[in-house]
């Protein structure tokens, strides 16, 4: 284990540009239009005001915690309430879903593009840290 933490100590700075292609993804023009354009799909189905991917979860758990307590431990409720909450979760978990494929496929775009750019940058620098890892770990 000491051999394998080495290793990772060695290429911590690559591993820390790893890491950052998330934020890359993010931040990628592509994605960031693609979002706006489910939170416009979000609003056309009735559901306007997300901002991002999690809000629409968000937003149910704040409500079901607000009626049922925290932790959603059953806390006696109105089951009119209770039943508009599931209808509503229904409806925007449908919509969401279906919002989400363009942006799904927009992501993926996104993903490859920028996996792809980053192993012509560092590929000599993977494969060593690929195979110092190898070493490390027998």
């Known amino acids: 284990q000491r051999k394998v933490n080495r290793v990772r100590t060695t290429y911590k700075t690559l591993l820390d540009r790893v890491g950052e292609l998330d934020d890359a993804e993010l931040a990628d ?3 960031q239009a693609a979002t706006r354009a489910w939170s416009g799909c979000l609003a056309g189905a009735g559901f306007p005001g997300f901002a991002t991917l999690e809000a629409p979860r968000q937003k149910i ?3 079901a915690r607000a009626l ?3 932790d ?3 806390t ?3 089951p009119a309430r209770l039943d508009a909450l599931r209808r509503t979760e229904i409806r925007l978990a449908v919509a969401d879903n279906t919002c989400l494929k363009p942006w799904q496929q927009t992501f993926d775009v996104v993903r490859h593009d920028l996996e792809e750019q ?3 940058e560092n590929l000599s620098e993977l494969t060593s840290y690929r195979s110092a890892m190898a070493a490390a770990s027998r």
């Open 72 to 74: 959603l431990d059953g």
């Open 29 to 31: 023009a592509r994605e």
């Open 61 to 63: 758990l704040t409500e």
């Open 118 to 120: 980053f192993l012509k």
């Open 68 to 70: 049922l307590g925290h």
């Open 76 to 78: 006696p409720t109105d």
